[in-house]
């Protein structure tokens, strides 16, 4: 079945880096797109980034632009989010979510999320 | 950048209640809006996209309609399990954004 597993979330402090991971199985991870969307404690879902299927077309949201950088490993078909200077208003749960590498496909399948802490 | 709304952004029902949802995009985004559900502690789950088509295994009494800059999403009579957050989402180009969300709680 379908899975997409995050891991290395965490406490930092404020200006710091964290990488996540986004492990996924259960299809031909080569056909899809990955991306990140977070959720601040008690607010609504914001996308954060993508990286394509080719691994080189990648879009991030203004609020991360040159401060977050997202890649993915085929041959261990992992996607990784390395987000640098944080600051307190990065706190979410970050979750990965596959899609069709072309529009207008929806995020079909979801991880469960791993929390990210940014505080001193 | 297009901004979507949603209304209401709380709404408290009964079970067996019909329940209606709006998304509106502030530009035109033909059909390309997808409908998520979200319990608490949960991960977002796909209910419809392509503003209309239901997800394969989502209940039939959850329907999606419009097309534009005008969507809904209504449960035609409300379950116990249907008690969650509902957000809506475009697809059409980047970014992929979502509405801000609609809070379904019980009367």
């Known amino acids: 079945q379908v899975q997409l597993v995050e891991s290395g979330g965490g406490v930092v402090q404020p200006g710091k880096s964290l990488t996540l991971s986004c492990a996924a199985s259960?299809?031909?991870?080569?056909?899809?797109?990955i991306h990140w969307v977070r959720q601040a404690p008690g607010k609504g879902l914001e996308w954060v980034a993508v990286?394509?299927?080719?691994?080189?077309?990648?879009y991030y949201a203004d609020s991360v632009q040159g401060r977050f950088t997202v890649s993915r490993d085929d041959s261990k078909n992992t996607i990784y989010l390395e987000m640098d200077s944080l600051r307190v208003e990065d706190t979410a749960v970050y979750y990965c979510?596959?899609?069709?590498?072309?529009?207008?496909?929806?995020?079909?399948?979801w991880g469960q999320g791993t929390l990210v802490t940014v505080s001193s | 950048d297009i901004q979507l709304t949603q209304s209401p952004s709380f709404l408290s029902a009964s079970v067996g209640d019909r329940v209606t949802i709006t998304c509106r995009a502030s530009?035109?985004?033909?059909?390309?809006l997808a409908w998520y559900q979200q319990k608490p502690g949960k991960a977002p789950k796909l209910l419809i996209y392509?503003?209309?088509t239901l997800q394969s295994g989502v209940p039939s009494r959850f329907s999606g309609s419009g097309s534009g800059t005008e969507f809904t999403l209504t449960i035609s009579s409300l379950q116990p399990e249907d008690f969650a957050a509902y957000y809506c989402?475009?697809?059409?180009?980047?970014?992929?954004?979502f509405g801000p969300g609609t809070k379904v709680d019980i009367k």
């Open positions: 392509a503003a209309s």
């Open positions: 989402q475009k697809l059409d180009n980047y970014p992929p954004i």
């Open positions: 259960g299809f031909t991870f080569t056909n899809y797109g």
């Open positions: 990286v394509w299927s080719d691994g080189s077309t990648k």
């Open positions: 979510a596959r899609r069709v590498t072309s529009a207008p496909h929806p995020f079909d399948y």
């Open positions: 530009q035109v985004i033909s059909s390309h």
